[in-house]
C-alpha cells in the first residue's frame, strides 16, 4: 500500500561510524517524519519537516540531523554512532493530517 | 495539548475469544485519533482512523474502534481473536503527532 522505502534495513557498525539512514516516498507527500523505537517500547518523534527546506526536532532529543533537499527525500545522518544509538528508526510521510505512512523501518545496531 | 494513554501494555486473549485494547486521550478540542499494528520488524500499518465523521469506526481485518466523548475513549475491538493478530498496537493522537506506548497483544490457541 505505502510507497515509502528505507534502506538499509539492517545495519551494524562499529562505533564512532558516520551513517546516513535513507527514506524516500513517491506519493508527494509534503510532510516526512523519523520516529526512533526501542525494541517493544513506544514511538518516539526525533525529527520531521513540512516541506523542501524545512526541518524541525520532535519531542526526543537525538544527536542525529536530518535534511530536506528533495520533497520525496529525507535522509537521517549520525556523524558518529554510538552503542546508545542502537534502536529501531521508523520514517514516515503524511499529506495534511490525514494519516501517516510508514517505512518497513530500519535496525540499527552500533558495537 | 492533546495525548493518548494506552491503558494496557499486553492482553492476552484466546483464538475466537473478543479483543478489547484501550486507549483515552486528552485534548481541548476534537482530536484526529488513529490505530496502527505493527507486527515483528515491520512498519506501522493503520488499522482505522477517527476523524469526527462517525464516532464507530470500521478498520481493516476485522477491527473497529468507537469514540466516546464522554468517556475520552477510542477502544479498538475485534469480535473474534485470530492467530495472526498477535502484535503490538499503537493509538495516536494525531495533532501533535502523539503515540501511545503500545499494547503487545497476546493470541493463543
Known amino acids: 500500500e505505502a510507497d515509502i522505502y528505507q534502506t538499509p534495513r539492517y545495519l551494524v557498525i562499529g562505533t564512532g561510524k558516520k551513517i546516513t539512514l535513507e527514506c524516500s516516498q513517491t506519493?508527494?507527500?509534503?510532510?516526512m517524519y523519523w520516529y526512533q523505537q526501542d525494541p517493544g517500547m513506544e514511538l518516539h518523534l526525533i525529527h520531521y519537516s513540512y516541506g523542501v527546506n524545512s526541518t524541525e526536532k520532535g519531542d526526543l532529543s537525538s544527536e542525529s540531523t536530518v535534511s530536506r533537499i528533495r520533497t520525496e527525500h529525507f535522509p537521517l545522518t549520525l556523524e558518529s554512532a554510538r552503542p546508545s544509538h542502537t534502536s529501531q528508526y521508523l520514517c514516515?510521510?503524511?499529506?495534511?493530517?490525514?494519516?501517516?505512512?510508514f517505512g518497513p523501518g530500519t535496525r540499527l545496531t552500533v558495537t | 495539548a492533546q495525548s493518548v494513554t494506552q491503558l494496557d501494555s499486553h492482553v492476552s486473549v484466546s483464538e475466537g475469544t473478543p479483543v478489547l485494547l484501550r486507549c483515552n486521550y486528552s485534548?481541548?478540542?476534537?482530536?484526529?485519533l488513529f490505530w496502527y499494528v505493527q507486527h515483528p520488524n515491520k512498519g506501522l500499518q493503520l488499522l482505522l482512523k477517527?476523524?469526527?465523521?462517525?464516532?464507530l469506526v470500521k478498520g481493516i481485518n476485522g477491527f473497529e474502534a468507537e469514540f466516546k466523548k464522554s468517556e475520552t475513549s477510542f477502544h479498538l475491538t475485534k469480535p473474534s481473536a485470530h492467530m495472526s493478530d498477535a502484535a503490538e498496537y499503537f493509538c495516536q493522537g494525531f495533532q501533535k503527532l502523539v503515540f501511545g506506548t503500545g499494547t503487545r497483544l497476546l493470541v493463543s490457541p
Open positions: 506519493m508527494g507527500h509534503d510532510k
Open positions: 514516515a510521510s503524511s499529506e495534511s493530517w490525514s494519516r501517516q505512512y
Open positions: 485534548s481541548s478540542y476534537s482530536p484526529s
Open positions: 477517527y476523524t469526527s465523521a462517525a464516532t
